[in-house]
């Protein structure tokens, strides 16, 4: 039979070596978000098409382009989730937790599907660490969020990133810009991608969302929407630069930035990894105050944002920032003969309930394999338990890299306190 063994194009496996690395990364961002108040949620991988149309918009490339749609056995249109707010609104929304004490705080780490081309640091499978906040409409709320992004990225190390913002306003603001940049665009529609064309029919600025340079170009020589925000958005957007100029949080203003999903409107941002080449977007997110209405709920103003999980480890590593956790066992315990095996599983045991990584032979190998792969995994102590040992109930422990012994009792307890004095004192206190 043919071995089915390969991935999907764009998707990853993750494997030791670099799990480890995954797995503390996502811890420290939940303590960091904890910090600020937001509980963990989840909420399935699969929600009818419907909740993603209405709410990225089905003129968004997102809509048109890149969902993962089909029909389940019943015959429903469902979808693969390309991001975690509507989830995560449509699951407040239908739990009812608008009506509990607000602020809400909600944060998820979630797999997200897009039909992109797959490139480094692009997939179609990739996690989102997002954070979610609703029932505030106060800029405070905004510097808030963008302070706790700001924290994460800080507690994990990473450099050269910077932060853009920008504000595009409320939907009044956006008729009369939007009115602007058609004619714009119609008078270089000949210049335009076929898409494009399309776009400007449809929904002028998705226009931004394209990759063509010609397109890029007309876009440079765009009215900005900052010149066409209404009092209120204004005034919102003041305040925020307020809050963070005063939290010493450095950003520019990005007029150009205006998001890939219909659901945002005044604050938007994004910290943006500069490496040398093009630019890399490690978070992004904004407000989106009018969503909960489009789904069919109360008003409920909302802003969140969601963190690329890759994008932050593509940075690390290329940072070489890595976390301490070993992943090579303290101890491998090993046996001589059989009659030592039960003994040497009651130490490992014994061992592992008091948090120490050990390992002993699964695998009914001889001494010298099982001191072989003792080596090849790295760990720290070796201890050999054949029969003189299990008679006199006496043991050595040797540590690998100096050689240096220490006898131990086999007794379990005794055993256990000499072990940890080992590693806490090292070889010294006996
Ligand atoms: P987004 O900008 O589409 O926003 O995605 C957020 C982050 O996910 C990006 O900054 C990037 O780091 C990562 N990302 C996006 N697409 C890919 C991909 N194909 N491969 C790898 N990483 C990717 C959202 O999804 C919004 N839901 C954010 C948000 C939350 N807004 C409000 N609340």
Same mark, same amino acid.
């Given at each position: 039979?043919?071995?089915?063994?390969?991935?999907?194009?764009?998707?990853?496996?993750?494997?030791?070596?670099?799990?480890?690395?995954?797995?503390?990364?996502?811890?420290?961002?939940?303590?960091?978000?904890?910090?600020?108040?937001?509980?963990?949620?989840?909420?399935?991988?699969?929600?009818?098409?419907?909740?993603?149309?209405?709410?990225?918009?089905?003129?968004?490339?997102?809509?048109?382009?890149?969902?993962?749609?089909?029909?389940?056995?019943?015959?429903?249109?469902?979808?693969?989730?390309?991001?975690?707010?509507?989830?995560?609104?449509?699951?407040?929304?239908?739990?009812?937790?608008?009506?509990?004490?607000?602020?809400?705080?909600?944060?998820?780490?979630?797999?997200?599907?897009?039909?992109?081309?797959?490139?480094?640091?692009?997939?179609?499978?990739?996690?989102?660490?997002?954070?979610?906040?609703?029932?505030?409409?106060?800029?405070?709320?905004?510097?808030?969020?963008?302070?706790?992004?700001?924290?994460?990225?800080?507690?994990?190390? !990473?450099?050269?990133? @910077?932060?853009? $913002?920008?504000?595009?306003? %409320?939907?009044? /603001?956006? *008729?009369?810009? +939007?009115?602007?940049?058609?004619?714009?665009?119609?008078?270089?529609?000949?210049?335009?991608?076929?898409?494009?064309?399309?776009?400007?029919?449809?929904?002028?600025?998705?226009?931004?969302?394209?990759?063509?340079?010609?397109?890029?170009? !007309?876009?440079?020589? @765009?009215?900005? $929407?900052?010149?066409?925000? %209404?009092?209120? /958005?204004? *005034?919102?957007? +003041?305040?925020?630069?307020?809050?963070?100029?005063?939290?010493?949080?450095?950003?520019?203003?990005?007029?150009?930035?205006?998001?890939?999903?219909?659901?945002?409107?005044?604050?938007?941002?994004?910290?943006?990894?500069?490496?040398?080449?093009?630019?890399?977007?490690?978070?992004?997110?904004?407000?989106?105050?009018?969503?909960?209405?489009?789904?069919?709920?109360?008003?409920?103003?909302?802003?969140?944002?969601?963190?690329?999980?890759?994008?932050?480890?593509?940075?690390?590593?290329?940072?070489?920032?890595?976390?301490?956790?070993?992943?090579?066992?303290?101890?491998?315990?090993?046996?001589?003969?059989?009659?030592?095996?039960?003994?040497?599983?009651?130490?490992?045991?014994?061992?592992?309930?008091?948090?120490?990584?050990?390992?002993?032979?699964?695998?009914?190998?001889?001494?010298?394999?099982?001191?072989?792969?003792?080596?090849?995994?790295?760990?720290?102590?070796?201890?050999?338990?054949?029969?003189?040992?299990?008679?006199?109930?006496?043991?050595?422990?040797?540590?690998?890299?100096?050689?240096?012994?220490?006898?131990?009792?086999?007794?379990?307890?005794?055993?256990?306190?000499?072990?940890?004095?080992?590693?806490?004192?090292?070889?010294?206190?006996?």
């Amino acid at each position: 039979m043919r071995l089915i063994t390969n991935r999907i194009r764009g998707m990853q496996d993750l494997l030791p070596g670099n799990s480890e690395n995954w797995r503390i990364v996502e811890k420290t961002m939940c303590e960091e978000a904890s910090l600020h108040g937001f509980k963990f949620i989840r909420t399935p991988a699969v929600e009818h098409t419907e909740l993603f149309e209405r709410s990225v918009g089905d003129t968004s490339d997102i809509a048109t382009k890149e969902m993962y749609t089909f029909d389940d056995k019943g015959g429903r249109s469902v979808t693969l989730r390309p991001e975690g707010t509507a989830g995560a609104l449509r699951a407040v929304l239908e739990n009812g937790l608008h009506n509990s004490a607000l602020p809400l705080k909600l944060m998820y780490t979630s797999s997200c599907y897009r039909y992109e081309k797959p490139q480094s640091g692009r997939y179609r499978e990739f996690f989102q660490f997002g954070l979610e906040v609703f029932g505030s409409d106060f800029p405070l709320a905004d510097a808030e969020l963008i302070i706790a992004a700001e924290s994460i990225i800080d507690r994990l190390g !990473i450099k050269d990133i @910077s932060l853009e $913002i920008n504000s595009i306003g %409320c939907s009044e /603001c956006r *008729k009369k810009y +939007n009115e602007a940049i058609k004619n714009h665009f119609a008078s270089c529609e000949s210049e335009l991608c076929e898409t494009c064309c399309g776009r400007l029919k449809r929904n002028s600025m998705r226009i931004f969302d394209c990759k063509n340079e010609s397109c890029k170009k !007309i876009c440079e020589t @765009s009215p900005v $929407i900052l010149d066409f925000l %209404c009092d209120d /958005c204004q *005034k919102h957007f +003041n305040s925020l630069q307020a809050y963070l100029s005063g939290e010493n949080i450095e950003f520019t203003v990005n007029p150009k930035i205006v998001r890939g999903l219909d659901y945002y409107c005044r604050t938007v941002f994004e910290f943006v990894w500069n490496n040398g080449n093009a630019p890399i977007a490690v978070c992004g997110g904004g407000r989106y105050d009018g969503l909960s209405e489009i789904l069919g709920g109360p008003h409920l103003p909302a802003l969140g944002f969601g963190m690329g999980m890759e994008r932050i480890l593509m940075i690390m590593e290329s940072q070489n920032i890595t976390f301490g956790e070993s992943t090579c066992p303290q101890i491998f315990v090993a046996t001589a003969d059989e009659n030592a095996r039960p003994t040497a599983i009651k130490l490992v045991s014994a061992l592992r309930k008091s948090s120490v990584y050990a390992e002993t032979d699964i695998m009914g190998k001889n001494l010298k394999p099982q001191m072989k792969y003792a080596d090849k995994i790295k760990a720290r102590y070796v201890m050999v338990l054949g029969d003189d040992e299990i008679k006199s109930g006496i043991a050595k422990i040797k540590e690998m890299s100096t050689g240096k012994e220490m006898e131990v009792s086999l007794d379990e307890k005794n055993f256990i306190s000499d072990f940890l004095s080992v590693q806490f004192d090292g070889f010294a206190i006996k």
